[in-house]
């Protein structure tokens, strides 16, 4: 390349020695920049007479009219992440179609650095993201947020940050799996949840805990514990609450592929479901009738869910309007509890 030439950021990547989004970040004085590195850049886009205004540069480029699907790689044949994904995209796809916008998908790493958006943003290949990704999500967000990249979440917004989201009312859906087993007599109800870390999680926690609480029920630590989604996880968080609890009479699990396997450990300790356990799982997906048994679930309107997440990220590229959505939720009460 020759000197004074630098017409794009992969022009300054390339003369830099780094990642376009690394350039990118470092122009938006982004902090997962360190300052040598952004000085640096700096140093070559002055050199060049390079300038980039981030807003003008999305006004004026031309829209691709497609919508990129965030979600992440798996290592294995099935997961609940592909399974969630499939249910909840039929309903994306058909409102992106009516409203003149494909569908990209994209798999990410989770665990590896965040600043896949410029890649897309920078090329014209998406106008903006949906995140359906279940493991690292709040390090995603943060980075797409310093980026200015457009998106959408499946999830609870992070406080003090304005991005468009849709949720499930996770709270009132814990609220409603510990009520209904009250109701059926139940006492020793123990809480097996996704990440820790995850808002979606901590608030279904919040609303199995208010509930027990309104019922004058004790949270018993021993009696909750945490995966990461995927059904192995379930399986060790399922025996670890049977060792520390053996007398325990019902498990509210948060994911329906989570409480098929919690199922499978209770049978196969001696507990039978639902007379010695009741299960209550969490989404409604399709495989939840024919669970065995079949799995009462708390049901949360995917359909509806995909339908908002496309619609309000369009609203929100053409007119920057922030929506923040709360779909409700209601228990599907089926065998298992």
């Known amino acids: 390349m020759n000197p004074k030439s630098a017409q794009t950021i992969a022009d300054i990547a390339r003369l ?24 640096r850049i700096r140093g070559i886009t002055k050199d060049q007479h390079f300038q980039i205004n981030f807003p003008a540069r999305r006004l004026s480029k031309k829209e691709s009219n497609t919508i990129a699907f965030v979600t992440h790689g798996h290592h294995k044949e099935f997961s609940f992440a592909d399974l969630f994904t499939l249910e909840i995209l039929s309903s994306i796809s058909r409102v992106l179609a009516e409203s003149g916008y494909d569908l990209l998908m994209v798999q ?5 650095c965040c600043d896949w958006s410029a890649d897309y943003l920078d090329t014209g290949r998406a106008d903006g993201f949906i995140l ?16 200015k990249s457009p998106f959408i979440v ?15 009312d996770n709270f009132t859906g814990g609220k409603l799996a510990v009520e209904h087993f009250v109701r059926s007599g139940r006492r020793k109800i123990a809480f097996l949840g996704g990440p820790a870390e995850e808002l979606e999680v901590q608030r279904r926690y919040d609303g199995y805990a208010a509930a027990m609480k309104d019922a004058g029920l004790e949270v018993v630590q021993k009696r909750v514990g945490y995966g990461d989604f995927s059904t192995e996880s379930s399986a060790a968080t399922m025996r ?4 520390g609890s053996p007398d325990l009479d019902a498990v509210f699990v948060n994911s329906d592929l989570m409480a098929m396997s919690a199922m499978d450990v209770l049978r196969a300790n001696g507990r039978r479901v639902p007379e010695d356990v009741a299960v209550i799982g969490y989404d409604n997906l399709s495989i939840a009738e024919v669970a065995n048994p079949p799995l009462t679930t708390v049901s949360q309107n995917l359909p509806q869910a995909g339908r908002l997440l496309a619609q309000n990220l369009i609203q929100y590229l053409r007119t920057g309007v922030v929506t923040n959505v709360v779909v409700p939720v209601n228990l ?3 065998k298992s509890a």
């Open 16 to 39: 830099a020695g780094v990642s376009k989004s690394t350039v990118s970040r470092a122009l938006s004085d982004s902090p997962l920049n360190c300052e040598e590195t952004k000085e």
């Open 108 to 112: 990410v790493d989770p665990m590896a």
């Open 132 to 147: 359906m990704t279940s493991t690292r999500k709040n390090a995603h967000i943060k980075s797409l947020l310093e980026m």
């Open 154 to 168: 499946w999830g609870v917004p992070l406080p003090g940050h304005s991005y468009p989201s849709v949720t499930g």
């Open 240 to 243: 670890q609450l049977l060792e």
């Open 332 to 334: 599907e009460v089926r």
